[in-house]
């Protein structure tokens, strides 16, 4: 007996990397031959969601799915939730990406920042707009209904309140089903945020203006 | 032609000028069902199923109702998290009101409050939490929630040490869902901000304006 502890401790000592990085692994890969019948069903919404044709994501091991992957019943509403609010609404996506990169910034979250902040570009909007959100300054090169999805996301975050003049405009511009999508956006990318945080999922940076720490990140 | 309008424009103006106001300012304002699409037809319905009891023309389901499509995937997560997850009331009414606190959600703090005490937690947690304060009196499964999820709110990062013991408790599925809770409640949070929803104060502890609202 005691013979097989000193085996198994010896046994230990030879890979203790190994064991500690196991150990510290924050939601490691499912491996498929392990995967329930409801992961499955997870992995397959995720695969065929249509971000898999636009190239990106939809990889199983990537934050924050393989964090959805263990609550699948949760992580199959969350795609199907995403997908309407990324590819569904009729939002322009330089709009739609606005909305992503000003909650990145809310989360400090460099993950999604650095994910998204190519995609708002590419959309039409000024690089300058997301580098100055960056900068925790008010972008001065918005236009007018970049404006409106600004300040309608930054009154939320930083003030708990809609003041009338900004719920008028967005009101106006997008109507109560175009408000709701793009509070409805910005609040999944909180999901992914915490997610992401929970799992420490991480990516390169690339060569977008980084997320300033701030205190306050969205000025008065 | 002219005067004709003139008159019209006048008496509308005279005659209710509280309603035109009124119409101006109201944000999401229900809806003749007669005039519901086909999806807000179903998330209407969506609403009676199960233990929620809503409805359309109450916060926040007026807002999501506004974009039914979303609303209806919103409600199916909110089915799964509160009523599936397999955690006691106690610890997902928990989760729930910590979020109300990021948010100082008044709305959500006063509808969760009472079931959290319903389901058994101290009254002192949630009256320390309102205060801005480390509860003195959680349980130890109450306390990994609270650490869980106000080092996301407060730092945007777990240490170590918090999510050893989530895991152990909880599990990777358990920290999935008590996170994802969380996070749903921020979709209804910023629902409620956007509608300037407000609701009557009950007798529960009352969320103090505090610049920091969860204690290093």
Do not use: C
């Not at chain 1, 695969?47 to 949760?74: C, H, M, Q, W």
């Not at chain 2, 006063?110 to 101290?122: Q, T």
């Not at chain 2, 009557?200 to 969860?214: S, Y």
């Amino acid at each position: 007996m005691r013979k097989t502890l000193a085996i198994a401790l010896l046994g230990a000592l030879a890979a203790p990397s190994l064991l500690s990085a196991a150990d510290n692994t924050r939601f490691p890969p499912i491996p498929a031959d392990k995967q329930t019948a409801k992961e499955k069903e997870f992995i397959k919404a995720l695969t065929d969601s249509p971000r898999s044709a636009n190239g990106g994501g939809g990889n199983i091991n990537n934050p924050p799915f393989k964090v959805y992957l263990r609550s699948p019943e949760f992580g199959i509403e969350a795609i199907k939730m995403s997908d309407y609010l990324r590819f569904d609404t009729g939002l322009e996506n330089r709009l739609t990406e606005l909305a992503i990169i000003i909650a990145a910034r809310n989360w400090d979250n460099d993950y999604i920042w650095t994910a998204h902040y190519g995609a708002a570009v590419k959309g039409g909007l000024d690089p300058s707009v997301g580098a100055d959100i960056a900068a925790g300054k008010r972008p001065s090169k918005m236009k007018e209904d970049e404006a409106i999805v600004y300040d309608l996301l930054t009154e939320i975050y930083r003030d708990r309140k809609v003041s009338d003049a900004t719920f008028a405009k967005a009101r106006a511009k997008y109507g109560e089903k175009g408000i709701m999508d793009i509070i409805g956006l910005a609040a999944y990318y909180g999901n992914t945020a915490m997610a992401l945080i929970v799992s420490n999922g991480t990516r390169p940076a690339g060569n977008e203006p980084k997320l300033q720490k701030l205190t306050q990140n969205f000025p008065k | 032609m002219k005067k004709f309008m003139t008159v019209a424009l006048l008496a509308a103006a005279f005659a209710i000028p509280g309603a035109l106001i009124a119409a101006e300012t109201q944000r999401f304002a229900p809806v003749d069902p007669k005039a519901y699409s086909p999806a807000q037809q179903e998330f209407a319905k969506l609403m009676t199923v199960g233990p929620r009891a809503g409805t359309v023309t109450n916060a926040p389901f007026k807002v999501y109702f506004a974009s039914p499509e979303f609303g209806l995937e919103a409600i199916k997560m909110s089915n799964y998290l509160r009523w599936g997850t397999g955690l006691d009331a106690r610890l997902s009414e928990l989760a729930i009101i910590i979020a109300a606190r990021h948010w100082t959600s008044d709305y959500i703090w006063h509808a969760h409050y009472p079931l959290a005490v319903k389901g058994g937690l101290d009254p002192s947690v949630g009256a320390d939490i309102a205060a801005g304060k480390r509860p003195t009196k959680m349980k130890e499964d109450e306390t990994i929630i609270y650490d869980l999820l106000t080092e996301i709110y407060r730092d945007h990062d777990i240490s170590d040490a918090t999510y050893a013991k989530a895991r152990a408790k909880y599990g990777e599925k358990g920290i999935t869902d008590i996170q994802a809770l969380a996070s749903y409640y921020g979709v209804t949070a910023m629902a409620l901000i956007t509608a300037r929803e407000k609701t009557a104060p009950g007798d529960e502890p009352k969320l103090q304006r505090l610049a920091q609202v969860f204690p290093k």
